[in-house]
């Protein structure tokens, strides 16, 4: 396949994307998505970040001077810092961004495995990866066995276990510090039970809509810290030349 093809292909899933984040469904799991990653993104400073998704930025909260979003095609590009290129052949140099999100992409790549590995490529050495994804034995989950859910988003596309995506990350020589649940709801319902939400997101239950995996390089977690080592618990192209310019400049170093 062309890579002409492959861009249409990915333009008309991000079409179909930013449909669904903007209607209610979507807009009720985004705002529980970015509750879940605000209290840690707020603490993390940098120089370039990136988000790699459909939905709307997540990350403008976060001290990130400056963000990068992605798109597949210039006429998606909805803002002059943006990347145009596909997904898994990024256009900047290693170790250069202090933040990278991945938002529900790995479930629909054709190779999730290689968007990953340029994922992890570029992010820098003390940088923050980042994952949301879709849980299978969430409510959608079960939803996608009944006919014709996985024929449209959400549910089409591969949904993975977080253990299956720590093994990848493994791979990559980086290491899930946390998995966080978020988006509860009934089945058939929609996202915005702030009872449900808050008891899930307490004693971080297994059953929420997507999780959001906390991913380090593994060089990182294991820093001597007051004289002893500590470990965190393991658990089971082209380009906009406005985008490129900076991220691959000497901005990145001075961060």
Same mark, same amino acid.
């Given at each position: 396949?062309?890579?002409?093809?492959?861009?249409? @292909?990915?333009?008309?899933?991000?079409?179909?994307?930013?449909?669904?984040?903007?209607?209610?469904?979507?807009?009720?799991?985004?705002?529980?998505?970015?509750?879940? +990653?605000?209290? =840690?993104?707020?603490?993390?400073?940098?120089? /370039?970040?990136?988000?790699?998704?459909?939905?709307?930025? =997540?990350?403008?909260?976060?001290?990130?001077?400056?963000?990068?979003?992605?798109?597949?095609? =210039?006429?998606?590009?909805?803002?002059?810092?943006? +990347?145009?290129?596909?997904?898994?052949?990024?256009?900047?140099?290693?170790?250069?961004?202090?933040? %990278? %999100?991945?938002?529900?992409?790995?479930?629909? %790549?054709?190779?999730?495995?290689?968007?990953?590995?340029?994922?992890?490529?570029?992010?820098? *050495? *003390?940088?923050?990866? @980042?994952? &949301?994804?879709?849980?299978? +034995?969430?409510?959608?989950?079960?939803?996608?066995?009944?006919?014709?859910?996985? !024929?449209?988003?959400?549910?089409?596309? !591969?949904? $993975?276990?977080?253990?299956?995506?720590?093994?990848? =990350?493994?791979?990559?020589?980086?290491?899930?510090?946390?998995? *966080?649940?978020?988006?509860?709801?009934?089945?058939?319902?929609?996202?915005?039970?702030?009872?449900?939400?808050?008891?899930?997101?307490? /004693?971080? +239950?297994? &059953?929420?809509?997507?999780?959001? @995996?906390?991913?380090? !390089?593994?060089?990182?977690?294991?820093?001597?810290?007051?004289?002893?080592?500590? &470990?965190?618990?393991? @658990?089971?192209?082209?380009?906009?030349?406005?985008?490129?310019?900076?991220?691959?400049?000497?901005?990145?170093? $001075?961060?």
């Amino acid at each position: 396949m062309s890579n002409s093809q492959d861009a249409m @292909i990915m333009a008309r899933l991000v079409r179909e994307g930013r449909r669904y984040w903007a209607g209610p469904a979507g807009q009720g799991v985004w705002q529980a998505q970015r509750a879940c +990653l605000g209290p =840690l993104c707020e603490r993390w400073f940098g120089v /370039h970040g990136l988000e790699l998704g459909l939905a709307p930025t =997540l990350t403008d909260m976060c001290p990130v001077r400056h963000a990068l979003r992605w798109s597949p095609t =210039l006429e998606l590009a909805q803002t002059d810092n943006t +990347l145009v290129c596909p997904p898994d052949a990024l256009p900047l140099p290693d170790g250069c961004l202090n933040l %990278v %999100v991945v938002h529900h992409l790995l479930e629909v %790549v054709p190779d999730p495995h290689h968007l990953l590995q340029e994922a992890a490529r570029v992010t820098a *050495d *003390d940088g923050h990866l @980042i994952l &949301f994804c879709w849980h299978p +034995l969430g409510p959608g989950g079960w939803l996608r066995w009944w006919p014709g859910h996985r !024929r449209r988003l959400p549910g089409r596309g !591969r949904w $993975r276990m977080p253990a299956r995506l720590a093994d990848w =990350l493994a791979f990559v020589d980086f290491e899930a510090q946390r998995v *966080d649940y978020c988006g509860f709801r009934l089945p058939g319902g929609l996202v915005h039970n702030t009872m449900l939400e808050t008891l899930g997101r307490r /004693h971080n +239950l297994p &059953f929420g809509e997507s999780f959001m @995996i906390h991913a380090r !390089r593994r060089s990182q977690l294991a820093q001597p810290r007051r004289g002893r080592v500590v &470990f965190p618990t393991p @658990i089971a192209g082209s380009t906009l030349g406005n985008a490129t310019g900076r991220a691959a400049s000497g901005e990145g170093e $001075r961060g």
